[in-house]
């Protein structure tokens, strides 16, 4: 198969990780970084024999030979890169959210459609195996009719008023920070693997610290800044460390979950619980090559990651025999994996009968997450229920 020619804006947290599942596909090079941290971009270029640098991503988007473009920058900045990306016709991987509201993610969604371009968006998370288990379980009718999905996304690296990042901010990361952050991951998860739409929500949203100490200077994602509190302006914090919501799925479907970013000690807690009128399967990122199986009549079980095990429509999410673990870095490879095979094969979205789709999930996913967020946003805002739009 030929290997694509690909480019990554970006080279804090995700521009490192991109990098090197982009690599371990072994279906596409990595010819161009861009960044605004020209220092960081070129340590990360040198590691990895990446021969271009540029503090401009124009420059690179000028370049025919480069045919797809991974944006790893603020969420702020999604917009535009994406949109530049696609007059310039390139096929564009967008790390989440889309953008910070539902114009700008159905105005990329129209112009995705209208240059016939591949398009993504980064909701990795789908692609641990035991998550694919869960819902290929679900496909294949073992849990039943799904009543009720719940769950959480806890992390604590904001817990302290001297934590700082530019997902405080409402100019970097838009007007939602832990829904927009990691409630939207936990959304696509959720939707995904129960085969369901959110359709009405009501959602609670809480700042803890009003006012955050913000560092002279700034570090990368989850980089602690040791001394903060010696050189800091206090400044006024108006995103969200928390959210609560319910939800329903249409009929009968409920559901609830929060999210947060001041639970000490879940460092990235991801919990996904679905009850069915069979059974019910249970997941946590903290333990991902598990999966809990809860029955009424039966005893309950845990099964562990092993291939052989698994549901046929499960297995091409492992690409490692049981009792070796598949986390988080290789949730992007498998990504970026159909991303590439639907660059070289014009027909990968076709799925024969028992293979594992090829989907993943398009700037029209990132658009949905985005409108549930709007609502989240507007339900906080007239303490009340509001309707998720199907988009
Ligand atoms: N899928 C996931 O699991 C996951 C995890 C973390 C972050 N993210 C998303 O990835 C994105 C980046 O987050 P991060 O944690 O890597 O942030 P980060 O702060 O670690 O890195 C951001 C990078 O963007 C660069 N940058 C900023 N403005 C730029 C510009 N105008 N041109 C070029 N480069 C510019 C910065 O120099 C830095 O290198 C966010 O949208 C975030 O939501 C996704």
Same mark, same amino acid.
């Given at each position: 198969?030929?290997?694509?020619?690909?480019?990554?804006?970006?080279?804090?947290? +995700? #521009?490192?990780?991109?990098?090197?599942?982009?690599?371990?596909?072994?279906?596409?090079?990595?010819?161009?970084?861009?960044?605004?941290?020209?220092?960081? /971009?070129? =340590?990360?270029?040198?590691?990895?024999?990446?021969?271009?640098?540029?503090?401009?991503?124009?420059?690179?988007?000028?370049?025919? /030979?480069?045919?797809?473009?991974?944006?790893?920058?603020?969420?702020?900045?999604?917009?535009?890169?994406?949109?530049?990306?696609?007059?310039?016709?390139?096929?564009?991987?967008?790390?989440?959210?889309? *953008?910070?509201?539902?114009?700008?993610?159905?105005?990329?969604?129209?112009?995705?459609?209208?240059? @016939?371009?591949?398009?993504?968006?980064?909701?990795?998370?789908?692609?641990?195996?035991?998550?694919?288990?869960?819902?290929?379980?679900?496909?294949? #009718?073992?849990?039943?009719?799904?009543?009720?999905?719940?769950?959480?996304?806890?992390?604590?690296?904001?817990?302290?008023?001297?934590?700082?990042?530019?997902?405080?901010?409402?100019?970097?990361?838009?007007?939602?920070?832990?829904?927009?952050?990691?409630?939207?991951?936990?959304?696509?998860?959720?939707?995904?693997? /129960?085969?369901? $739409?959110?359709?009405?929500?009501?959602?609670?949203?809480?700042?803890?610290? $009003? %006012?955050?100490?913000?560092?002279?200077?700034? #570090?990368? %994602?989850?980089?602690?800044?040791?001394?903060?509190?010696?050189?800091? $302006?206090? %400044?006024?914090?108006?995103?969200?460390?928390?959210? &609560?919501?319910?939800?329903? +799925?249409?009929?009968?479907?409920? *559901?609830?979950?929060? /999210?947060?970013?001041?639970?000490? @000690?879940? =460092?990235?807690?991801?919990?996904?619980?679905?009850?069915?009128?069979?059974?019910?399967?249970?997941?946590?990122?903290?333990?991902?090559?598990?999966?809990?199986?809860?029955?009424?009549?039966?005893?309950?079980?845990?099964?562990?990651?092993?291939?052989?095990?698994?549901?046929?429509? &499960?297995?091409?999410?492992?690409?490692?025999? @049981? *009792?070796?673990?598949?986390?988080?870095?290789? %949730?992007?490879?498998?990504?970026?994996?159909?991303?590439?095979?639907?660059?070289?094969?014009?027909?990968?979205?076709? $799925?024969?009968? @028992?293979?594992?789709?090829?989907?993943?999930?398009?700037?029209?996913?990132?658009?949905?997450?985005?409108?549930?967020?709007?609502?989240?946003? =507007?339900?906080?805002?007239?303490?009340?229920?509001?309707?998720?739009?199907?988009?």
């Amino acid at each position: 198969m030929r290997r694509v020619k690909t480019a990554i804006v970006g080279s804090g947290f +995700m #521009g490192r990780v991109h990098l090197e599942a982009i690599r371990r596909t072994g279906a596409a090079d990595v010819v161009a970084i861009a960044s605004r941290n020209r220092a960081a /971009a070129e =340590k990360l270029a040198g590691e990895f024999g990446v021969p271009r640098v540029g503090s401009e991503y124009g420059n690179i988007l000028a370049d025919p /030979a480069i045919e797809s473009v991974h944006i790893c920058t603020p969420n702020a900045q999604h917009f535009q890169m994406a949109k530049d990306a696609l007059g310039a016709g390139k096929h564009v991987l967008c790390e989440k959210p889309l *953008g910070i509201s539902t114009d700008e993610g159905r105005e990329l969604s129209r112009l995705a459609r209208e240059r @016939g371009v591949r398009n993504c968006v980064c909701h990795n998370l789908r692609y641990y195996p035991m998550v694919q288990q869960m819902r290929a379980m679900r496909e294949a #009718g073992e849990l039943g009719e799904i009543l009720i999905v719940e769950g959480n996304y806890a992390q604590d690296w904001l817990l302290y008023d001297t934590d700082w990042n530019w997902r405080v901010t409402t100019e970097a990361g838009g007007a939602s920070r832990c829904l927009a952050d990691i409630g939207s991951h936990w959304c696509d998860m959720a939707e995904h693997v /129960a085969g369901l $739409r959110i359709t009405a929500i009501c959602t609670d949203l809480q700042i803890f610290h $009003r %006012t955050r100490k913000q560092p002279r200077t700034t #570090g990368e %994602t989850f980089a602690k800044i040791a001394g903060a509190a010696q050189d800091f $302006r206090a %400044t006024e914090v108006q995103t969200e460390d928390f959210g &609560a919501t319910i939800f329903q +799925m249409g009929e009968p479907t409920r *559901g609830s979950f929060t /999210a947060s970013q001041v639970s000490a @000690g879940r =460092k990235n807690r991801l919990y996904l619980e679905i009850h069915g009128i069979r059974a019910s399967a249970a997941w946590s990122q903290e333990r991902p090559d598990e999966l809990w199986i809860g029955k009424r009549d039966m005893p309950n079980g845990v099964m562990v990651k092993d291939p052989a095990l698994m549901e046929p429509g &499960a297995r091409a999410y492992a690409d490692l025999p @049981g *009792g070796h673990s598949e986390g988080y870095g290789s %949730t992007f490879k498998q990504l970026f994996r159909r991303f590439y095979a639907s660059i070289v094969n014009e027909k990968a979205d076709e $799925r024969a009968a @028992g293979e594992a789709a090829m989907e993943y999930p398009s700037f029209d996913d990132g658009l949905r997450q985005l409108a549930i967020l709007e609502a989240e946003l =507007k339900s906080h805002a007239q303490r009340g229920w509001v309707g998720v739009p199907a988009v």
